[in-house]
């Protein structure tokens, strides 16, 4: 209770009391629902039941209102509070949570969460907390003796044959990794070699692959002159791209692969 006293100088005095309610008591909240569906069914509905020592309250799913209590006058507010209610919810393949909160007139709010699962197929069991779902990955490996052979393993796996090919040096990864997304773009293998000399597997496969055209990516440190020398002993024309460090040829690189996009255009 609060009470407020005013009086003025010939002592005429007047009072006005008001009666103040502390609500420190939470709401009661109660959800319930089907634990698992079937896959055709794509919604269902979540039956809400909350009570509380005054009866206005605000429902909410996430960030969707379910429900606000109304009230005609304040003094409906001093009763205590019921309300159950059915809100519909959509249902994703697997396993949904949806929260449930409510927060009454003093500010207390209590959370609640449930979750449903929907079978992720037509001939799928629902899944239950006792078994998960289990899903097998193929996990293929490609590989070789070393990096020069599993470059010559992955441009057999993608490539039957290639005009273009890209090539690296196989001891330092910068250029190589700098030439994936023009590999991409030109639908081209690549592959690696040694510096100084050009390496016989890497050799065997441009043969292979019939390339009339090999971009050496990097400068004469990282591919020698030599490699170069090698590639037009076998007809097969060259081209190099580089820059004073491995930052430049990369932008090098990239520069390229903007070219190439706009003679596609």
């Known amino acids: 209770m609060i009470v407020v006293t005013a009086k003025d100088k010939h002592g005429n005095e007047s009072e006005l009391s008001r009666e103040v309610y502390i609500d420190t008591q939470g709401p009661e909240l109660e959800i319930s629902a089907t634990e698992s569906v079937d896959y055709e069914v794509t919604e269902t509905e979540l039956e809400i039941k909350v009570k509380d020592n ?20 304040p003094e409906d507010v001093l009763e205590a509070g019921e309300e159950s209610v059915k809100h519909s ?6 396993n949904n949570t949806f929260t449930v909160t409510v927060t009454d007139l003093g500010g207390n709010t209590v ?14 069991e629902p899944i239950t907390d006792e078994e998960d ?22 441009s057999k796996d993608g490539w039957d044959t290639s005009d273009i090919v890209l090539l690296a040096r196989g001891d330092n990864y910068a250029d190589a990794l700098a030439g994936v997304p023009l590999s991409h773009k030109l639908d081209a293998p690549l592959l690696l070699t040694e510096s100084d000399s050009l390496t ?26 030599d ?5 037009k002993d ?14 430049e040829t990369a932008q090098k690189i990239a520069e390229v692969i903007l070219q190439t996009e706009q003679k596609q255009q």
Request: aromatic fraction near 6%; avoid cysteine; hydrophobic fraction near 35%.
């Open 227 to 231: 490699v170069k020398a090698s590639l």
């Open 54 to 73: 005054f009866s206005y309250f605000s429902i909410y799913e996430g960030d969707h209102e379910v429900k606000t209590t109304e009230m005609d006058s």
């Open 133 to 154: 779902p289990v899903v097998e990955l193929q996990i293929d490996r490609i590989k070789g003796a070393d990096r020069f052979e599993t470059s010559v393993e992955i």
């Open 89 to 94: 919810v959509s249902l994703e393949p697997g």
């Open 200 to 225: 016989d597997v890497t050799m065997d496969e441009i043969s292979r692959l019939n390339a009339s055209k090999v971009i050496i990516l990097g400068g004469e440190v990282a591919i020698s002159e």
């Open 111 to 124: 959370t609640q969460s449930i979750t449903i699962d929907r079978a992720l197929g037509e001939d799928d």
């Open 234 to 247: 076998m007809g097969i024309s060259v081209e190099r791209i580089a820059g004073q460090d491995r930052y």
